[in-house]
């Protein structure tokens, strides 16, 4: 084991526990009210002290866990090459934890209880203090239990210390969450019952009737045929619906409508934040075109769309220009089509602009889960054959077992076939692997494709400098994304976090960590402590993020240069799928310092 006390087991008995001790407070407790208006903090010394108060989103009063009493919790603004210091007290009675998102800093800052230290104990304080080594948008949010989903995240602002080359003359932080009544404990376990709960969507008789008229009657069968084979529905696009979430922007409701006000014609910087648990929203603002200046705050070579995909994680800058109107609606709909978050740019408070109908709700194809035409490898049957030889991962080169599958995969659209990694065979928390997956990062995704609209996609984001480390990577570790929808167990290579060894990443090294979804849902993927620059399809360096997101069916592939020595967490930023297994501690043996208590061992 490593050498903080807490043990890997205990790290996840311990999200339990916690969350057992706020239900109990929920149901006899009465708090003061939380606020909508986060406070802006600005400087270099902050004092956050994290408790609970009530909330009422639905009309129904819940126990929000909150930072100085506000949902979102503060706006913090830094500047790029000061030292912060934060003062994080801990009044709620379980531990508690803040993990600054995106932030490259040294690993006992990161904020991951049992990673990074010990959390935070109710009723201590504890001091983060690091120097702040970049600028852009970012945000900040609970690493402990499921305190991420009921309140505990806010904004983070660094400005530039050098002139900020976007130019704009107001800013507004739009941070999209969802909001559930239910403990978020029973909310996981009733996944783990019925992963398919709060799928309300899934195909009726009229849908397959309109299917046939459209497709014709044997295709749609057949389709029908190879989903109920494979076990899933092809309306699984998000594992928690609308039906239990209340989408906000800024901490209110579509109907409490956040504002931002603008002069027209003035230019007002959005800074998008994806602060939800578990959800994917497509954001648009009607009449207004957006210019994309920054992803996940590193500035991009200036692109403009009309709509934007924004996985659970990430960070957007756009630049709009508001003229013509005295408002304009910000929606942000569910990648689901269950509902949606709104704000308004508007010329004064109180204005309202007509806020759009959902979206159609589109199905997704074998395709879209890396399936071409009769490719389905569903594998809970272990007596079926896989179809592809095993191999073991980290797979380091493709090239020569890409020649060993040509006999049996020549279809066009698998000109890779995958190399599976053993733990996935016989595995009864892998239900399938992906046949033909591709990078696809020109696709706008299921639901956003041929919509009348120009929507961003991963290929129009290039970062606004060239690699910063410029080395070719060294080597390639590969690993797939797996999972079982109906026990609703998540992992890498089929092994979940709690049985899975360390990743090691050799100090100094620039790598290659390549993903593969053998999954049918979509996987923010974040790095802690260190950047992901993302490759283009050649292999190229794309773009420096800190959360990639991996839809059904891809492969994609980012450099990373393993600079900062000690236990990092690595994985899907969706807070159940994590729990659940979607995780691995990456560790860099570092030159003996900055590696925290783990630096010794080995
Ligand atoms: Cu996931």
């Keep these: 084991m490593n050498g903080l006390s807490f043990s890997r087991r205990k790290f996840i008995e311990g999200l339990g526990a916690g969350t057992t001790a706020a239900?109990?407070?929920?149901?006899?407790?009465?708090?003061?009210?939380?606020?909508?208006?986060?406070?802006?903090?600005?400087?270099?010394?902050?004092?956050?002290?994290?408790?609970?108060?009530?909330?009422?989103?639905?009309?129904?009063?819940?126990?929000?866990?909150?930072?100085?009493?506000?949902?979102?919790?503060?706006?913090?603004?830094?500047?790029?090459?000061d030292t912060v210091t934060i003062r994080v007290r801990n009044e709620l009675a379980e531990p508690t934890s803040i993990h600054w998102h995106g932030l490259v800093l040294p690993a006992n800052m990161d904020g991951v209880p049992g990673l990074s230290f010990h959390g935070v104990a109710p009723g201590e304080t504890f001091t983060y203090r690091f120097p702040v080594r970049q600028s852009g948008t970012y945000w900040y949010h609970s690493h402990s239990a499921f305190q991420e989903q009921i309140g505990l995240y806010g904004a983070l602002v660094i400005e530039p210390r050098e002139r900020d080359p976007v130019g704009y003359d107001r800013e507004h932080v739009v941070l999209l969450s969802d909001w559930t009544d239910r403990d978020p404990l029973a909310l996981y376990l009733l996944l783990k019952r019925h992963s398919g709960y709060f799928n309300y969507q899934k195909p009726t008789l009229g849908?397959?009737?309109?299917?046939?008229?459209?497709?014709?009657?044997?295709?749609?069968?057949?389709?029908?045929?190879?989903?109920?084979?494979?076990?899933?529905?092809?309306?699984?696009?998000?594992?928690?619906?609308?039906?239990?979430?209340?989408?906000?922007?800024?901490?209110?409701?579509?109907?409490?409508?956040?504002?931002?006000?603008?002069?027209?014609?003035?230019?007002?910087?959005?800074?998008?934040?994806?602060?939800?648990?578990?959800?994917?929203?497509?954001?648009?603002?009607?009449?207004?075109?957006?210019?994309?200046?920054?992803?996940?705050?590193?500035?991009?070579?200036?692109?403009?769309?009309?709509?934007?995909?924004?996985?659970?994680?990430?960070?957007?800058?756009?630049?709009?220009?508001?003229?013509g109107a005295d408002a304009f609606t910000i929606f942000a709909q569910s990648l689901d089509r269950t509902g949606y978050a709104r704000g308004t740019l508007a010329v004064r408070e109180g204005l309202e602009a007509p806020v759009p109908e959902l979206d159609r709700i589109v199905?997704?194809?074998?395709?879209?889960?890396?399936?071409?035409?009769?490719?389905?490898?569903?594998?809970?049957?272990?007596?079926?054959?896989?179809?592809?030889?095993a191999h073991t991962a980290p797979v380091e080169s493709g090239a020569s077992e890409h020649a060993a599958h040509a006999a049996h995969d020549t279809t066009a659209a698998a000109p890779n076939p995958p190399q599976h990694p053993t733990s996935e065979r016989r595995n009864p928390g892998v239900d399938m692997q992906t046949a033909s997956p591709a990078p696809r990062l020109a696709d706008p995704g299921v639901g956003l494709r041929d919509n009348g609209r120009r929507v961003l996609t991963y290929a129009d984001l290039r970062s606004a400098f060239t690699d910063p480390d410029g080395r070719e990577p060294e080597r390639t570790l590969e690993l797939h994304l797996t999972g079982h929808m109906e026990r609703f167990m998540w992992s890498f290579d089929g092994i979940p976090f709690a049985s899975?060894?360390?990743?090691?990443?050799?100090?100094?090294?620039?790598?290659?960590?390549?993903?593969?979804?053998?999954?049918?849902?979509?996987?923010?993927?974040?790095?802690?402590?260190?950047?992901?620059?993302?490759?283009?399809?050649?292999?190229?360096?794309?773009?420096?993020?800190?959360?990639?997101?991996?839809?059904?069916?891809?492969?994609?592939?980012?450099?990373?240069?393993?600079?900062?020595?000690?236990?990092?967490?690595?994985?899907?930023?969706?807070?159940?799928?994590?729990?659940?297994?979607?995780?691995?501690?990456?560790?860099?043996?570092?030159p003996g310092e900055g590696g925290h208590e783990h630096a010794a061992h080995s």
């Design 23 to 81: 239900t109990l407070l929920r149901s006899s407790w009465a708090a003061p009210a939380v606020s909508d208006t986060p406070q802006e903090l600005r400087g270099t010394e902050f004092d956050l002290a994290i408790g609970e108060r009530s909330a009422s989103f639905t009309g129904r009063p819940r126990v929000a866990t909150v930072v100085n009493g506000s949902l979102p919790a503060p706006t913090l603004r830094w500047r790029e090459g």
């Design 207 to 323: 849908d397959l009737a309109r299917a046939a008229r459209d497709a014709g009657l044997e295709p749609t069968l057949a389709q029908r045929g190879e989903w109920a084979r494979m076990r899933m529905n092809p309306s699984d696009l998000a594992d928690v619906s609308g039906a239990a979430y209340t989408y906000l922007a800024n901490g209110r409701t579509p109907t409490g409508n956040w504002t931002g006000l603008f002069r027209p014609g003035e230019r007002v910087r959005l800074r998008f934040i994806n602060g939800s648990a578990m959800s994917t929203f497509d954001v648009r603002i009607p009449g207004l075109a957006m210019t994309v200046v920054a992803a996940d705050g590193q500035n991009v070579e200036p692109v403009t769309v009309d709509e934007f995909r924004i996985a659970t994680a990430e960070t957007l800058d756009v630049v709009v220009t508001p003229t």
């Design 363 to 389: 199905y997704l194809t074998m395709a879209d889960v890396g399936h071409g035409a009769g490719h389905a490898e569903h594998i809970a049957a272990p007596s079926e054959p896989t179809g592809h030889a």
């Design 500 to 590: 899975a060894e360390p990743l090691r990443f050799r100090y100094g090294e620039r790598l290659r960590v390549q993903l593969v979804n053998d999954t049918m849902m979509s996987h923010p993927i974040h790095l802690h402590g260190m950047w992901s620059d993302l490759e283009d399809e050649a292999g190229e360096f794309l773009v420096r993020k800190h959360t990639i997101s991996m839809p059904p069916g891809t492969r994609r592939s980012f450099r990373v240069t393993a600079d900062a020595p000690g236990p990092w967490a690595f994985h899907c930023h969706l807070l159940y799928h994590m729990e659940s297994g979607m995780m691995r501690e990456v560790r860099v043996d570092g």
